[in-house]
């Protein structure tokens, strides 16, 4: 089992940069895929980025991509988030997930996700 707390977000002016954490627990972590996704109010939850256990591969949404970097350090147990050049339609709260499975098969577990703002 996966236990995930995510940490990092805030209020940030347009333009700004934010650098979100998860810090995950559990033994399967390092061989987890492992996600992110944000909910604004009002909307679904979207996907936003991935990246595989080894970190070898990753995978954005068109809405963040050459904006936001995914990362993780297997070592500290920890996934990460860097988000720049930030925009007012990037507001939503900020969820990390594990896919211990593999991303194909979906994401078991979840975070109880950090607030994003970003003010125009």
């Known amino acids: 089992q996966v236990q995930l707390v995510e940490s990092g977000g805030g209020l940030v002016q347009a333009g700004g940069s934010l650098r979100l954490s998860c810090a995950a627990s559990?033994?399967?972590?390092?061989?987890?895929?492992m996600g992110w996704f944000r909910q604004a109010p009002g909307k679904e939850r979207e996907f936003v980025a991935a990246i595989s256990w080894g970190g070898f591969y990753t995978n954005y949404a068109d809405s963040v991509k050459d904006r936001f970097t995914i990362s993780r350090d297997n070592a500290k147990n920890s996934v990460y988030l860097q988000m720049d050049s930030l925009k007012p339609e990037d507001t939503a709260v900020y969820y990390c997930?594990?896919?211990?499975?593999?991303?194909?098969?979906?994401?078991?577990?979840w975070g109880q996700g950090t607030q994003v703002t970003v003010s125009s």
């Open positions: 997930a594990a896919a211990p499975r593999g991303l194909r098969n979906g994401y078991d577990y």
């Open positions: 559990g033994r399967t972590f390092s061989y987890s895929d």
